[in-house]
């Protein structure tokens, strides 16, 4: 009888367990309305954000020449920036691609992100740079460059009167564009 009620509470535990990731890793089955988007309050002083200016900023981190995982990601947040464009012309937000392979010179990255869109803004991290923001956003990040397998997440992030702050995390890819629009014209 102890065992049998042993060996229950253990099933329980592993669906409760299984349920609990289903929840994490598909948010659309808990949260249709923000799937996708996870909300993390940080205040952010990234050396590329010293000079910003816009009230809203879209970052991507990824690699030059990746396509597998950067190249749909970066034509979606292109089209979604387009969109932001669109919607508030005077209040434009920022759209920032952060290469993750250090050794890269910043023109290459600049190169790169412009082929999505002219409106692209670039970063080439050192590798000290690059190190304090995979602490700060714990960024999966390997040294493998293009070839690097690597999550598609966007982050948006928006002015405060202390610099800088972390809002939200999105973390699908294809995006989910009526959600992001709404959370750009939310803080423009």
């Known amino acids: 009888m102890n065992g049998t009620i042993k060996t229950l ?3 329980f535990l592993v ?3 299984f349920g609990l ?3 994490l890793a598909f ?3 808990s949260d249709p309305d923000n799937a996708g988007r996870s909300e993390k309050r940080m205040d952010l002083n990234f050396p590329f954000l010293k000079e910003e200016k816009a009230e809203v900023v879209l970052v991507y981190f990824g690699y ?3 396509t597998r995982v950067c190249s749909p990601a970066l034509n979606d947040l292109a ?3 387009r969109e932001s464009l669109k919607q508030e012309p005077q209040h434009p937000p920022s759209l920032w691609f952060v290469n993750m392979t250090p050794q890269m010179d910043a023109h290459s990255v600049q190169s790169w992100a412009e082929h999505f869109d002219k409106g692209f803004k670039t970063y080439a991290p050192d590798k000290e740079e690059l190190q304090g923001m995979v602490e700060t956003l714990n960024l999966v990040y390997t040294q493998l460059g293009a070839e690097a397998e690597h999550m ?3 982050y948006l992030i928006r002015k405060t009167e202390k610099g800088y702050e972390l809002v939200y995390i999105y973390t699908s890819s294809p995006y989910n564009r009526t959600l992001m629009l709404n959370d750009i014209g939310a803080f423009q």
């Open 9 to 11: 509470a253990g099933i």
């Open 15 to 17: 669906i409760i367990g």
């Open 21 to 23: 990731i289903a929840g």
């Open 27 to 29: 948010p659309i089955l």
């Open 64 to 66: 030059v020449g990746c």
């Open 79 to 81: 089209e979604i920036y």
């Open 152 to 154: 598609p997440y966007a």
